[in-house]
């Protein structure tokens, strides 16, 4: 089925392909100048050129030349260099150019009449991609990654368990370690930190978030199977000089995070990234004997350089060290007294991470859409824990490689990726008396090829070939359409292939939190924990209807996805609240997506996002079909920008979720007994921000208003000890509303 599906989406791409008219596209060339102060004029080394809505463009070169392909999907170029001002240049009809930036001066009086908005699918992107901008970050505290989706319907965000405060992701009705997440296109969390690091990268980090629902591209590994969440950071060259951020709320947690940008001589710059938390206050809100929230230390340090080039070269390095130490349980357990039943039930979670990366690019100053690049990175991993009298220790030591050449075929009609990658992982683990240690080397080559006939269709087709240490080789096809059925009408298509193994300690630390005995349903090889790899089929199908209305644009957007797992491994709550069996899938498992959102600017300067989503997640448990527990079928998401031309800004977002699956416990004592769904209930956060001269800022906000929490989220709270002690079944706000307040301020 899947081959007839495949081989009609390549017969119709073809048809469509044939059905176009060829172009011609030209090279535009010429000089970026500054224009001082003083109405001097110098050339710019370095300036960036960019066709507006996509990711091609050009570097300016010696005394300010470039060499610049017309593109086919806009006309539009965007010019910039630190310490100038933008230039937007409409290029039709243009072959050479002198373009001229004004160097930075205040501008006063000026009236905005256009705004960028704060998420946006690129009308011509071939792989439909939502990114998320500086702006919508914004609408709400951001302390960490886990938190930058408030404000976004795609992403789901929730807690772990009611111990250690670990917010975990979905997409697509999947957990997060079933998407593949990579900071600026390199494998960043992953493995042994597929849940907690999330919490690694700060708010105030992030220049923008790009999400691709469903398959995504072959270069960027194989491991994505319900979509890829890219991150990427400031950057030294672009940031600005100095900035700072603090934080602080009723729960008494402070947070701090410092930019410092710093030029080294004319050719290099680099960037000092800094974070803080500190939280030493024992909340019990709901005086069950536990700690809210666990007590909480974290730093986290990152440097990175840029080399400022003449020759279209880029060379990147960067290193970061992360530390957590983090204390919970209940509220009077001390982190030195001994582990046992006599004793306060604790937990202590202590995290150290060191990673390092570099990136090379060379782009073909006579061909600009041809370069070449290489992406390296490695990483050190280590996790020292206690959950009550459970006992985990993991380390992870990684290494990754990937290199990328891309070209076209006689035009920019066919252009092409190829390249090869290397990824090297090394766990070992031990939770009590069991220990579980693995090598994973993989090399692996993969093929991207695009056409794009015209403006209106385009065409996306890769495969990867990976050659496993254990499981030998596997293929991952990838496959994305799009087709402009009317001029602000896309229709794009998707399917690919995806492969993972699985962590099942470090995905599910919830069930440390817990007096629940551990079943590893396992071959005897014990490879993997003695489990196969997750194998996973995805297809995707998106509309977007970009409109007008009074003047104000708008757009509507609907998708549905379908996950088929071919192997998965299953994590089963159902054969009674003192277990939990982890096995290869017996069954069928499949996960399907709807999703309808609005953006509309709904008066001036206030923005407008409504949407409604659907989950259909079921796996076999045992022999019988079940929904996924703990996860709402139906989502109703509603989110308000108001700004004022006085750079007051107010952002309201409303969370409603429906009814939840709890697994049934009704074989537990009587009173530990609950109920098998949860209610429907919603979550309301806001937040008032207020800007001077674009350099300060406050901001103050309250999570959860309308102080709706999960009554008793800890089963058997008041006897730690019992086999039926449970903190895994969260499926609702673990504590009320939260007020917050903060300050920015920056040196451009």
Known sequence: MRSILISFLLLF??????????????????????????????????????????????????????????????SILIVSYISYNNDTIDMSHKDELIIELIAGVELSAAE????????????????????????????????????????????????????TGTRQIRMLGLAGPYSQLTKENMPDIRGLSAINGMGFIPGTWIESIQLIQGAGSVVNGYESIAGQINTELQRPQSMDRFFIN????????????????????????????????????????????????????????????????????????????????????????????????????????????????????????????QSTAVQISGSVYNQDARYGLNEYFGEERSFYLNFIHQSRIGNSKHEYKVGASYLYDYFDE??????????????????????????????????RADLHNKY??????????????????????????????ANILAEHTSILASSRQIFIHSDKSGYGYGLNPEKAWNYGVNLTQKFELAYREGAISTSFYRTDFQNQIVFDMEQGPREVHFYNLRGTSFANSFQFKVDYELVKRLDVRVAYRYYDVKTTYGDELKSTPLLAPHRGFINLAYNTRKHWKFDLTVNIQGEKRIPDISDAAQPYERPTESPVFAIINAQISKQW????????????IGNYKQENPIISAEDPYSPYFDASLVWGPLFGIKVYAGMRYKIN
């Open 693 to 704: 001269k674009e350099r300060f800022d406050i901001y103050v906000g309250a999570e959860n």
């Open 472 to 501: 030998g080789m596997f293929y991952s096809p990838r496959f994305h359409l799009r087709y402009e059925l009317f001029p602000k009408t896309v229709l794009r298509v998707s399917a690919g292939h995806g492969q993972r193994t």
């Open 430 to 463: 031990k939770l009590n008396l069991n220990e579980y240690k693995r090598t994973e080397s993989v090399p692996g080559i993969f093929a991207e090829y695009t056409y794009k006939p015209s403006e209106k269709l385009g065409v996306v087709a890769g495969m």
């Open 112 to 163: 905005i009449v256009h705004r960028r908005k704060s998420t946006t699918i690129g009308h011509f992107d071939l792989i439909g991609t939502e990114k998320l901008g500086e702006h919508e970050l914004g609408k709400a505290a951001c302390c960490n990654l886990s938190e930058s989706f408030e404000t976004s319907p795609t992403i789901d965000v929730s807690f772990t368990d009611a111990i």
């Open 246 to 369: 603090l934080y602080a709320n009723s729960d008494r947690s402070a947070e701090g995070n410092m930019h410092i940008k710093i030029p080294l001589g004319k050719k290099w710059v680099s960037a000092l990234l800094l974070h803080g938390k500190y939280n030493d206050y024992r909340h019990d809100s709901n005086d069950d004997g536990f700690m809210d929230m666990p007590l909480n230390r974290k730093f986290v340090a990152l440097n990175r350089y840029e080399w400022i080039n003449t020759k279209n070269i880029h060379l990147e390095i960067g290193a970061r060290y992360t530390y957590l130490d983090q204390i919970g349980g209940q509220v009077d357990f001390d982190a030195q007294q001994k582990m046992d039943s006599l004793n306060p039930w604790g937990m202590i979670n202590h995290i150290r991470k060191m990673d390092a990366w570099a990136k090379f690019g060379k782009v073909n100053s006579l061909k600009p859409w």
């Open 13 to 74: 791409s073809v048809m469509m392909l044939k059905a176009q008219d060829h172009h011609h596209s030209d090279i535009i060339k010429g000089k970026v100048y500054g224009i001082q102060t003083d109405g001097s004029r110098q050339a710019l080394v370095g300036a960036n050129l960019k066709w507006e809505g996509q990711n091609s463009g050009a570097v300016s070169t010696d005394g300010g030349n470039y060499v610049l392909e017309r593109n086919g999907n806009t």
